[in-house]
C-alpha cells in the first residue's frame, strides 16, 4: 500500500502516506504512526524507497519519501500476486455447497 500510495501520489511524508492510505481504504485501514514509520525503515531497507528532508504544508521540517526504481520493479511484482490471489479468492468464495442450484 506503501509503494502503491509513493507510485500515484509522488513523494509524501509519513503522516501524508498513512492519511491517504486510510482515505483510499475508506477508513477501513486505519495507520498509527509506530505501524507507519517502521514500514517506512524497512522498505528503505530494502531500497524500494528513498527519503530526504523537506519542509511539509504547515512549514514543519519533514521526511519525504518517494519510490525508487527498485520499488518500482517490486510493486509491480505484489501487484501481480495479489491480482492472483483476489481471483483465487473469487474463485473460492463463489463456489457453492453440494447439490445447491445456481
Known amino acids: 500500500m506503501v509503494l ?3 507510485y500515484t501520489m509522488g513523494a509524501l511524508h509519513g ?6 492510505i486510510e482515505q483510499v481504504s475508506g477508513d477501513q485501514i486505519l495507520l498509527n504512526q509506530g505501524t507507519i514509520y517502521a514500514a517506512l525503515v524497512r522498505l528503505q531497507q530494502k531500497r524500494w524507497i528513498s527519503a530526504e528532508w523537506g519542509t511539509s504544508d504547515n512549514n514543519r521540517r519533514a ?3 518517494s519510490i525508487t526504481a527498485r520499488g518500482r520493479r517490486q510493486l509491480a511484482a505484489d501487484m501481480a500476486y495479489w491480482q492472483r490471489l483476489a481471483d483465487v479468492m473469487s474463485r473460492v468464495l ?3 455447497p453440494a447439490g445447491e442450484e445456481r
Open 15 to 20: 503522516y501524508g502516506i498513512a492519511r491517504r
Open 94 to 96: 463463489a463456489m457453492r
Open 63 to 65: 521526511k519525504y519519501y
Open 4 to 6: 502503491q500510495t509513493l
